[in-house]
């Protein structure tokens, strides 16, 4: 409980950290041309639930893929243990200090889910270990494809990764008087960088529309900040219309028929690019079918964008657990350290095995396939390309 006096003090603190995290912004170089680098680190942390099994899996896809850049030493693949919630509780670090260390060390990170603990459970309070990483190594563009090419959907969502009502999520408080309050957050510098980012992403990909998706009518400081500062952007890309939405009737477009195929690039504040995007996952065929990937000038770590599935683990049907998520981040992984030709490659034999073929299907239990069988049945099918 605080008094308005340690209130305050804490507001005081918080613009404090917020204005050292915008110098730290402004002080990083460009991003990494992988290119140029001798040894391309990725580091695979396989996490909690069923996160070990399906990141093994993929590891295995990608090893595949890769066997020459790993012979000759392009490519090398470190396993980092330690970003369990057992091993987070006992260090009462959202990620331990050696594990942070490890994961300084690689370019490129494959992440298994892990558990974010929640009151009543039986973890200690600590940060999410997702939104942890993609703090300290300021992630700050969640990148989230969803396809439904039958219906003539193509989907990228850009969903700013480090502020909103993420960025000091876990340092909100209470007042004597019964008054909680929550902090969002939005910087000029971190809102252009999402928005170029996906302007950039726009024009690579000959993409004709973006849509900045806020609920600036009401949320005016930092909604309406970030929807200024996307359209400002937007005006430097005169090929490409720009259109705003508010959250509310985005969500109900996407599960419009008649209009949903027309969106293409998609910006959003954090809170709300978390939400959608499980929705748009859900019409995919599943938040099991999403992969994403975190995107930063110096790192980038790729993830499912589902749970760790702990009853899976419980109930001893981890083997059959669906690889596909974890595979969709690894085609995004490839494509991001410029193996294009190997991220199409899978990315083909995915839909493939997920859509056109299904020659096996995972079901989460004994009545499907089993992740590694799913695993070969990928690269079995690759090598047919
Ligand atoms: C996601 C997840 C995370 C988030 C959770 C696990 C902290 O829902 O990646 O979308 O809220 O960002
Ligand atoms: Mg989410």
Redesign the pocket.
């Known amino acids: 409980m605080e008094t308005i006096e340690s209130a305050k003090q804490k507001f005081e603190e918080l613009i404090q950290s917020q204005k050292q995290r915008v110098a730290d912004m402004r002080a990083q170089g460009d991003f990494v041309d992988y290119a140029a680098l001798d040894t391309i680190v990725i580091g695979i942390c396989g996490g909690d639930g069923i996160g070990p099994t399906i990141c093994k899996e993929s590891e295995r896809v990608l090893r595949f893929l890769l066997k020459d850049e790993v012979a000759s030493g392009k490519v090398e693949f470190r396993e980092i243990d330690g970003l369990t919630i057992e091993n987070r509780a006992a260090h009462m670090q959202a990620i331990p200090d050696d594990v942070m260390k490890e994961l300084k060390a690689c370019h490129v990170i494959l992440k298994g889910?892990?558990t974010?603990p929640r009151a009543g459970d039986e973890w200690p309070n600590i940060e999410?270990a997702?939104?942890a990483m993609r703090k300290a190594l300021d992630l700050f563009a969640?990148v989230r494809p969803v396809k439904i090419p039958e219906e003539g959907i193509d989907w990228t969502f850009f969903r700013e990764n480090t502020e909103g009502a993420?960025a000091v999520g876990s340092r909100g408080f209470e007042t004597e008087d019964g008054i909680s309050v929550d902090f969002t957050i939005t910087t000029t510098d971190g809102t252009q960088r999402i928005a170029e980012l996906a302007y950039d992403y726009a024009k690579r990909n000959h993409k004709s529309r973006v849509s900045i998706v806020t609920k600036a009518n009401i949320v005016k400081a930092t909604d309406g900040k970030f929807l200024k500062l996307c359209q400002e952007v937007g005006k430097k890309y005169p090929d490409i219309a720009t259109d705003d939405w508010y959250i509310d009737i985005m969500t109900a477009k996407l599960v419009d028929k008649k209009r949903r195929a027309d969106f293409q690039v998609m910006i959003l504040p954090?809170l709300y690019g978390?939400i959608i995007?499980?929705e748009a996952a859900e019409l995919q065929g599943g938040v099991g079918t999403a992969g994403?990937g975190n995107i930063g000038k110096r790192y980038a770590m790729f993830?499912a964008?589902h749970?760790s599935a702990p009853r899976m683990v419980q109930e001893g049907r981890a083997q059959y657990a669906d690889p596909c998520s974890m595979l969709r981040a690894s085609v995004m992984l490839l494509s991001h350290i410029g193996y294009q030709q190997e991220a199409d490659k899978l990315e083909k034999a995915l839909d493939i095995c997920m859509s056109t073929e299904k020659k096996l299907v995972i079901t989460g239990r004994d009545t499907g396939c089993t992740c590694s069988e799913f695993g070969d049945y990928v690269m079995q099918t690759v090598e047919k390309l």
């Open positions: 889910p892990t974010t999410s997702n939104v969640n993420y954090n978390d995007t499980d994403s993830e964008i749970g």
